[in-house]
């Protein structure tokens, strides 16, 4: 099972928005950065979100990423066909000396 | 334009050695850490460690500490993924990735490679 914890699918309809949480402990996103990768299906995964609520350049503000305490959550607001993908979290983990990812979210554009 | 540019697919059969590549451009090659990150068939992502090119310092997962080697030649800005011997359960996408200048526990991954998949089959 992964370190960080997420739901294993998310869905929601055009224009909706949708939240994907991210789970973990003191050891990773009690303590440290966290940050969202989106891949697209059959391709590598794209940077989303870093340091937690940060949006690298080209990236839609319509992506917002939050933490507080030992989670997190990335949320899309005017959903498009185009952000079905899959998404996963991720941050270092001091008891394991380690990046460490979540299993990651299905996204489905209902 | 920064990219980072994987070798080809492979299909080995196990006990074999190999060796992948990623070449990076477009960026100071030297000062940032490379990232090699494993996704097995239908699954999620797995760091397995991690390059500074200036130095060839290095930083392995747990999990993965012992089963590769990861190095990397700055005078040709690329980095290397290798097996001493592999196993079929080896079988998988592996992506590089630009790091972090901080650090390799920033997981800031951007650029990534397009990917590069092995097969271990007999």
């Known amino acids: 099972q992964s370190v960080l914890t997420q739901p294993p699918s998310a869905s929601g309809t055009p224009g909706q928005r949708v939240t994907i949480s991210c789970s973990g402990s003191?050891?990773?996103?009690?303590?440290?950065?966290l940050y969202w990768y989106q891949q697209l299906p059959g391709t590598a995964p794209k940077l989303l979100i870093y340091?937690?609520?940060h949006r690298p350049s080209g990236v839609p503000d319509r992506f917002s990423g939050s933490k507080s305490g030992t989670s997190a959550s990335l949320a899309i607001s005017g959903l498009r066909s185009e952000d079905e993908a899959d998404y996963y979290c991720?941050?270092?983990?001091?008891?394991?000396?380690?990046?460490?990812f979540g299993g990651g979210t299905k996204l489905t554009v209902l | 334009e920064m990219q980072l540019v994987q070798s080809g697919a492979e299909v080995k059969k196990p006990g074999e050695s190999l060796q992948i590549s990623c070449k990076g451009s477009?960026?100071?090659?030297?000062?940032?850490?490379i990232v090699w990150v494993r996704q097995m068939p239908g699954k999620g992502l797995e760091w397995m460690g991690a390059?500074?090119?200036?130095?060839?310092?290095?930083k392995y997962s747990p999990s993965f500490q012992g089963q590769v080697t990861i190095s990397a030649d700055k005078s040709i800005t690329t980095a290397y993924l290798q097996w001493s011997s592999l196993k079929a359960s080896d079988t998988a996408m592996y992506y590089c990735?630009?790091?972090?200048?901080?650090?390799?526990?920033?997981?800031?991954?951007?650029?990534w490679g397009q990917g590069t998949l092995v097969t271990v089959s007999s």
């Open positions: 990735a630009r790091g972090d200048s901080s650090g390799y526990y920033y997981p800031r991954f951007d650029p």
């Open positions: 477009g960026y100071s090659f030297t000062i940032y850490w």
């Open positions: 390059i500074y090119p200036g130095d060839s310092n290095t």
């Open positions: 003191n050891s990773n996103i009690g303590s440290n950065y």
């Open positions: 340091t937690s609520n």
């Open positions: 991720a941050a270092w983990d001091d008891s394991l000396s380690s990046v460490v």
